[in-house]
Structure formats: structure tokens, C-alpha cells
């Protein structure tokens, strides 16, 4: 960037304003953390708990589910050491956060609600997680995201309509479209803006 | 080629528009960012973020982390009220001189 005694004409003046707002937009995707952890925790749990009420007399399966809470001390642990350390916070990001957390509440209040019929939760936590998947899609327009929100709302419908069979895969399908698959790709796109 | 002289003189500087355009979108931004981003030396960096500060459109404030020192910049209402005005400005002076 020259001295300050350059006379800039408009475009210069436009250039420079759009060059710095659009370097600001990127923070947020290095955030592919929280999507892989939270993706393939969930996939492990409903898997289990899958597993578990097939192949077991385990009177409540849905118990593997609590291994939720140390992963949202994991997951706010990483996010703080992070936030720390990140040498911008960019309103973005802040919108970013705060739907994510405000799912997180909702979550909490949906499992206290539930609480006496946990085995039937899942197509309403599905349609819980679609709204910030969906959101955070559009804050750092990245598509699979968008895609993914809109998947969840798909496989809760399926979750509810598809009979105990085949309902509780709905979970660990939508985890792989919803956030494994965007993780992955949010992941590599990191990686190779970085080179 | 269109001049400006009636601009707000404190923006109308490539290397404070940079950082003021930077810290319209952020609620904070460490000096380190800003000269990265900016590309711009240390010094130079220095020099205009105190006149950015002296004007009231940013704020600066300084702390350890880790031991290490850090210089926060956040930008204030009057920066970011004053930045509008200069976009505002700055669109009219382009619709004048495409007309």
C-alpha cells in the first residue's frame, strides 16, 4: 500500500474498499473443526444406538447420546482457544457464533422437553440443526452448506414418516450430507486457498 | 480521470481507506492483521493509524496476550459514519461522471 500523498482517482477509492471488505469474508471458513467433529460424533452415537437396540437387550440405548456433552465442552473449548487466537472478529463471524449457540440452547431445551420420550427426538433435532446449517451456508456463501441445511430437512421428514426401521439411519445420513460431506470440502477449500 | 479535493482528507488515503474499509466489517482487528492485509510496512502503518485514532474514527487499544504485546483496532461510530459519507461522495463524483 503507496504513501498517502497519492491522489486516488474513484475506481482506485472503490477498488481498495471492496479489495479489503471481501478479505474479511474468508475468516469463518477455516470453522470445518465443528462441522467434522460434531458430524462424525453424532454418525458414531445414533450408529450405536442403532446397533444397540437391534443386537442388544440394553433396556435404554439412546444413552451413548450423552457423550454429546463432553463433545460440547470439546467443541466450546476449541472454539474459545481459537477465538483467542484469531487476530480478526469480523461481525460475520459474530453472526456465526451466535446462530450456532442459539441451536445449541434450543437443542437443550428440545432434549429437556423430550426427556420422557428420547426415542423420538430425532426429526425434530434434524429440523432444529437445518436452521443454522442453512444460515451459515448463506453468512459464508458456501453452497454444500446451503445444500446440507436443506438435506436435514429432508431426513427429518424421512426420520418421522420412515417407520423404526429405517428411520433412525436418517440421523447418520444426514450427518454425511449435512455436515461430514461439507466439512470435507469446506476442509480442502481451506487448504487450497492456503497454498 | 476524475480528482477528488473535497473528499473527507483523513479517508481519502489509500493506505486509511484500507484500514478503515477493513474494520467496517470486523468488530476488532489486531495491527498484525491490518498490515498483512494491507500489505503495508510497519511504520507507515503506525504513522496512519494514530491519525485515524487523532480523528476519533478508530479506537486503539493495546494488551498482553501471552505475554506477547497486541495492538487492537476497532473502529468507531463516528469512523464508520464518516466512511458512509465518503461512499455516498464517492458514488455521486462516479454518477457525475458517467453521465
Request: glycine share 6%.
Given at each position: 500500500?503507496?504513501?498517502?500523498?497519492?491522489?486516488?482517482?474513484?475506481?482506485?477509492?472503490?477498488?481498495?474498499?471492496?479489495?479489503?471488505?471481501?478479505?474479511?469474508?474468508?475468516?469463518?471458513?477455516?470453522?470445518?473443526?465443528?462441522?467434522?467433529?460434531?458430524?462424525?460424533?453424532?454418525?458414531?452415537?445414533?450408529?450405536?444406538?442403532?446397533?444397540?437396540?437391534?443386537?442388544?437387550?440394553?433396556?435404554?440405548?439412546?444413552?451413548?447420546?450423552?457423550?454429546?456433552?463432553?463433545?460440547?465442552?470439546?467443541?466450546?473449548?476449541?472454539?474459545?482457544?481459537?477465538?483467542?487466537?484469531?487476530?480478526?472478529?469480523?461481525?460475520?463471524?459474530?453472526?456465526?457464533?451466535?446462530?450456532?449457540?442459539?441451536?445449541?440452547?434450543?437443542?437443550?431445551?428440545?432434549?429437556?422437553?423430550?426427556?420422557?420420550?428420547?426415542?423420538?427426538?430425532?426429526?425434530?433435532?434434524?429440523?432444529?440443526?437445518?436452521?443454522?446449517?442453512?444460515?451459515?451456508?448463506?453468512?459464508?456463501?458456501?453452497?454444500?452448506?446451503?445444500?446440507?441445511?436443506?438435506?436435514?430437512?429432508?431426513?427429518?421428514?424421512?426420520?418421522?414418516?420412515?417407520?423404526?426401521?429405517?428411520?433412525?439411519?436418517?440421523?447418520?445420513?444426514?450427518?454425511?450430507?449435512?455436515?461430514?460431506?461439507?466439512?470435507?470440502?469446506?476442509?480442502?477449500?481451506?487448504?487450497?486457498?492456503?497454498? | 480521470?476524475?480528482?477528488?479535493?473535497?473528499?473527507d482528507?483523513i479517508l481519502?488515503?489509500?493506505?486509511r481507506l484500507?484500514v478503515i474499509s477493513l474494520l467496517v466489517s470486523t468488530?476488532?482487528?489486531?495491527?498484525?492483521?491490518?498490515?498483512?492485509?494491507?500489505?503495508?510496512?510497519?511504520?507507515?502503518?503506525?504513522?496512519?493509524v494514530?491519525k485515524l485514532k487523532e480523528a476519533g474514527y478508530i479506537e486503539v487499544?493495546?494488551?498482553?496476550?501471552?505475554?506477547?504485546?497486541?495492538?487492537?483496532c476497532k473502529i468507531t461510530s463516528l469512523g464508520r459514519q464518516r466512511f458512509i459519507e465518503y461512499?455516498?461522495?464517492?458514488?455521486?463524483?462516479?454518477?457525475?461522471?458517467?453521465?
Amino acid at each position: 500500500m503507496e504513501n498517502e500523498q497519492k491522489v486516488m482517482t474513484g475506481e482506485e477509492s472503490l477498488r481498495i474498499i471492496s479489495e479489503m471488505i471481501n478479505r474479511t469474508k474468508v475468516n469463518i471458513r477455516q470453522g470445518s473443526f465443528h462441522l467434522l467433529f460434531w458430524g462424525w460424533l453424532i454418525v458414531f452415537c445414533s450408529l450405536s444406538e442403532y446397533l444397540l437396540f437391534r443386537l442388544t437387550d440394553m433396556e435404554n440405548p439412546w444413552i451413548v447420546w450423552l457423550l454429546v456433552i463432553p463433545g460440547a465442552f470439546v467443541s466450546f473449548i476449541y472454539g474459545y482457544v481459537k477465538g483467542k487466537k484469531s487476530p480478526v472478529h469480523t461481525y460475520a463471524d459474530m453472526l456465526y457464533m451466535w446462530t450456532w449457540i442459539g441451536f445449541f440452547i434450543s437443542a437443550i431445551v428440545l432434549f429437556i422437553i423430550m426427556s420422557g420420550k428420547m426415542e423420538t427426538v430425532a426429526p425434530y433435532i434434524l429440523m432444529l440443526a437445518a436452521i443454522p446449517t442453512f444460515i451459515s451456508g448463506f453468512i459464508i456463501k458456501f453452497n454444500p452448506l446451503i445444500f446440507g441445511g436443506i438435506s436435514f430437512w429432508v431426513f427429518a421428514l424421512v426420520s418421522y414418516f420412515a417407520g423404526p426401521s429405517i428411520g433412525p439411519l436418517a440421523v447418520p445420513a444426514a450427518m454425511l450430507t449435512g455436515y461430514l460431506f461439507p466439512g470435507y470440502m469446506l476442509k480442502r477449500k481451506d487448504h487450497n486457498d492456503q497454498v | 480521470m476524475t480528482r477528488f479535493k473535497d473528499l473527507d482528507p483523513i479517508l481519502h488515503s489509500q493506505l486509511r481507506l484500507a484500514v478503515i474499509s477493513l474494520l467496517v466489517s470486523t468488530v476488532s482487528a489486531e495491527f498484525t492483521y491490518i498490515q498483512e492485509q494491507t500489505g503495508a510496512t510497519a511504520g507507515n502503518l503506525s504513522v496512519q493509524v494514530t491519525k485515524l485514532k487523532e480523528a476519533g474514527y478508530i479506537e486503539v487499544t493495546k494488551k498482553f496476550s501471552n505475554n506477547y504485546p497486541q495492538t487492537l483496532c476497532k473502529i468507531t461510530s463516528l469512523g464508520r459514519q464518516r466512511f458512509i459519507e465518503y461512499v455516498n461522495a464517492l458514488k455521486d463524483y462516479i454518477d457525475k461522471e458517467s453521465i
